[in-house]
Structures are given as C-alpha cells and as structure tokens.
C-alpha cells in the first residue's frame, strides 16, 4: 500500500510554478499579488486563504494552458 504525505498549499504552488517554467514576479503579477507575499506563501511562512490559492493556480494553469497552444 502506498504511503501519501501531505503537501501544503506552498509547496504545491512552488510546484506547479516551476512546473509551468514561471518566475515569482511573473505569478504575483498575473495574480495580483506581491512576489513577497507568495514568496512567504510558497515557503510556508504565511497560510493563505482558499481564495489567494484559487487565484494564484487559475493563473497558473491558464498560463500553462496558452503555452500548451502555442
């Protein structure tokens, strides 16, 4: 049986940005937020809300989507 481990909202951003070859800037840009603010985020130093992390992964995702068609 496989062993799951839990992976914070952080680290799941960090994920997906790197994943998606984003920089900090280019995220907090896209969703309105500080580099500083998901800096802290994406290094658990800061519990965001549901919302923050929605709004961040759209943007994310979207991003990934576009470089999907080019």
Known sequence: ???QTA????EAIRHLRTKASLTLQQ???GADTSVAYLSKVERDQF???DD???K?????ASSMMR????
């Open 52 to 54: 923050y992390v929605a």
């Open 1 to 3: 049986m496989a062993t």
């Open 47 to 49: 519990n965001p809300t």
């Open 7 to 10: 992976t914070s909202s952080g």
């Open 67 to 70: 470089k999907a068609g080019d």
């Open 56 to 60: 961040v992964v759209v943007f994310i």
């Open 27 to 29: 995220v907090a840009e």
